[in-house]
């Protein structure tokens, strides 16, 4: 499997910026597709953006053109750029790994967005 630990969370105001990193373990990480989903009080994990072994990345309606997912296989990273936040964004967000063997998953940072 994929060890996973995320990082970079906070608060920030409205229209703000944050990076979030995921530190992965083994060689393995450069096999897997690698993702960040995010989960708001009360409501379904829902994702975020998607970034393949080969960089081709996907992302959700609601983050098109504000978040920028990449990864960095010979560091074992994977990132997460959010530039323009909304409230609407407050959520812990998680780190996935995708692979062959399973998914794997970090223990998730929070990412608050208030003024």
């Known amino acids: 499997q994929v060890q996973l630990v995320e990082s970079g969370g906070g608060l920030v105001q409205p229209g703000g910026s944050l990076r979030l990193s995921c530190a992965a373990s083994g060689s393995r990480f450069s096999l897997s597709r690698m993702g960040w989903y995010r989960q708001a009080p009360g409501k379904q994990r829902e994702l975020v953006a998607t970034i393949t072994r080969g960089g081709v990345s996907n992302y959700a309606e609601s983050v098109k053109g504000r978040f920028t997912i990449s990864r960095d296989n010979a560091k074992n990273t994977v990132y997460l750029q959010m530039n323009s936040l909304k409230p609407d964004d407050t959520a812990v967000y998680y780190c996935?790994?995708?692979?062959?063997?399973?998914?794997?998953w970090g223990q998730g940072t929070q990412v608050t967005v208030s003024s």
């Open positions: 996935n790994a995708d692979g062959f063997w399973g998914s794997d």
